[in-house]
Every structure is written in C-alpha cells, then in structure tokens.
T-cell receptor, first 113, second 115 residues
C-alpha cells in the first residue's frame, strides 16, 4: 500500500512556463514534507520543505503548496529551465515516527528548450 | 561545509556473499539514515542511526544491519546477498531527532549489483 503517490510518471513543459508536480498521501499522521530532485548517477538533492502548520512555502523559483484536507501537495517551478529536467520525489514523515521518510515513486520532468 | 560521501560508488557481488557500504555524514549532522532505491522506484527507508544506536527501522530483514561510529560515520552491512538486493543504496544525514524538522541530505549512493 503506497502511502505517498505521484500519479504522473512523467511531465513535459516548455522552457519559461510553469511546471506543476503533484503528490498525494494517505497517512494523516504525516506532518513534514520534502521535495527532492535527482539527476542520473547522483543522489537526491533537497529542494524545499513544508510542515503541516503552513500551507505554502517559497524558495526562489520553487513553491510548495500543502492541502491537508485533501492530503495533497504540489511543487511549482516558475519559470522552468532546461536544467530543471530531472526526476522529482516527494517525501513525507510523521513527527511521531522520527525522521523515517516515505518517498513517492517520482515524476520525470522534461523542460524543453 | 562537507557533504555526505559514500564509498564505494559501484560494487558487484555474487549471491550469498556479504557487503559493507560506508558513509560519512555532512558536517554538523549527527544522524544517519540508509535508503534502498530500486530501479524506477523512490528510496525506501532501511534504518536510521543516532548516538551509535539504531533509531528506527523499515521493512527490511535482519540480514541488513548497520553501525554508527563516534564521528557519526556509518556502515551498512548486508549478509547473504540476494539478486533482489541489487539497487542504489543511499545514505542521508540530518540533525538529531527531536531538534525540529530537518531535511535529509543525501550522498551520491553506492550502486550494488548482485549476480
């Protein structure tokens, strides 16, 4: 049973436009969420986080939105750049579970020049 | 700031053998977690070490074991290797549990192939 889902295996976006990556979770105990991007032959790179006390967090071109009632979060990248082409993972944890993060299966983003 | 480093980068082993993977945590971080990433999937939590003790474990059999050393570096040991153990093994460091929300910082991983 997947607790963290990323239902779009892939996404293609034109350079300069907005990329929106979605993530859904089932465990209502999750209260801390992370987004990572991963290039081939490298480890995941931390992008942005959000805790359940917020519904939005911004860092430069990256914004994460959290909808607790829908158990849904999304990552917006504006404007998208070719260097953003990578696999993006969302991850969730519950304070009571320590720092054991559950990852989604990832979405491959391709930003076309 | 020194990031997370893992060794070796690649490893080929035969079914039934044993393997040890190593990880040095990012400076300032005292907690180390290990994840297994199979092809086409997200990382899956194996276990976490804090203060040289296991502090949480995922759904992995006892033949997966670990150590953390006083300098916060860590080892992952896998005994009786199986073909399904072929994966990318990722080490991540973070601040101590209970010190508030802390993202994981990953190394580049060790690619293990079991034949």
């Amino acid at each position: 049973d997947q607790q963290v889902k990323q239902n779009s295996p892939s996404l293609s976006v034109q350079e300069g436009r907005i990329s929106i990556l979605n993530c859904d979770y089932t465990n209502s105990m999750f209260d801390y969420f992370l987004w990572y991007k991963k290039y081939p032959a490298e480890g995941p790179t931390f992008l942005i986080s959000i805790s359940s006390i917020k519904d939005k967090n911004e860092d430069g071109r990256f914004t994460v939105f959290l909808n607790k009632s829908a158990k849904h979060l999304s990552l917006h990248i504006v404007p998208s750049q070719p260097g953003d082409s990578a696999v993006y993972f969302c991850a969730a944890s519950a304070t009571n579970y320590g720092q054991n993060f559950v990852f989604g299966p990832g979405t491959r983003l391709s930003v076309l020049p | 700031e020194t990031g997370v480093t893992q060794s070796p980068t690649h490893l080929i082993k035969t079914r039934g053998q044993q393997v040890t993977l190593r990880c040095s945590s990012q400076s300032g971080h005292n907690t180390v977690s290990w994840y297994q990433q199979a092809l086409g999937q997200g990382p899956q939590f194996i276990f976490q070490y804090y203060r040289e003790e296991e502090n949480g474990r995922g759904n992995f059999p006892p033949r997966f074991s670990g150590l953390q050393f006083p300098n916060y570096s860590s080892e992952l040991n896998v005994n009786a290797l199986e073909l399904d153990d072929s994966a990318l093994y990722l080490c991540a460091s973070s601040l101590a549990p209970g010190q508030g929300y802390s993202p994981l910082h990953f190394g580049n991983g060790t690619r293990l192939t079991v034949t």
